[in-house]
């Protein structure tokens, strides 16, 4: 196949590679850009593609591949920040001769409200703050759209009734 046709080929086939880019990652902006970078990177591999008559499932397994190396990427980078945030979460708790005792008593005081909602309530807001988006939410949890909204919703209004004094002091 010609550089010229092999390149014609994939403009083509460029929405079936946003619908399959879509359901992977139920993102439109990271949709976009897995869509972005399959082409590139089928582009820059031409000359490794063999048979013409199976173009599309060539982009569809080059995405696929794609979408897992980011997605281990990603989890890769949660567990050193997670890490990292805890060592610098506890450091500030115990560190009792810290010149920030307001924080981390701010930050005791969080955690307190946090943990004295159900798990129910408890478990969605976490996996939000983790970086899930509600539909992600939903479906890991079994859960209705509609009720993994109302939870957040109703867990982010506790938190502001009860750390009031806290958001008023940075104001």
């Known amino acids: 196949m010609k550089k010229m046709d092999f390149a014609q080929n994939i403009v083509k086939m460029e929405r079936d590679l946003y619908h399959f880019a879509y359901k992977l990652t139920s993102d439109y902006d990271s949709a976009n850009d897995l869509v972005q970078d399959c082409i590139l990177q089928a582009l820059n591999n031409a000359e490794k593609f063999m048979y013409a008559d199976n173009l599309k499932g060539w982009m569809y397994t080059i995405m696929r591949n794609i979408f897992i190396s980011n997605y281990r990427r990603m989890m890769r980078e949660m567990n050193i920040i997670d890490k990292t945030y805890t060592v610098f979460q506890q450091s500030l708790i115990e560190d009792e001769d810290s010149d920030r005792f307001e924080l ?53 209004k506790r938190l502001k009734d009860e750390l009031k004094d806290i958001l008023d002091v940075g104001r």
């Open 104 to 156: 981390s008593y701010d930050i005791k005081q969080l955690y307190r409200v946090i943990y004295s909602v159900p798990d129910e309530l408890r478990v969605p807001f976490q996996m939000y703050v983790a970086g899930f988006k509600y539909r992600e939410i939903a479906e890991k949890l079994d859960l209705p759209i509609g009720t993994v909204k109302h939870r957040l919703f109703f867990i982010r």
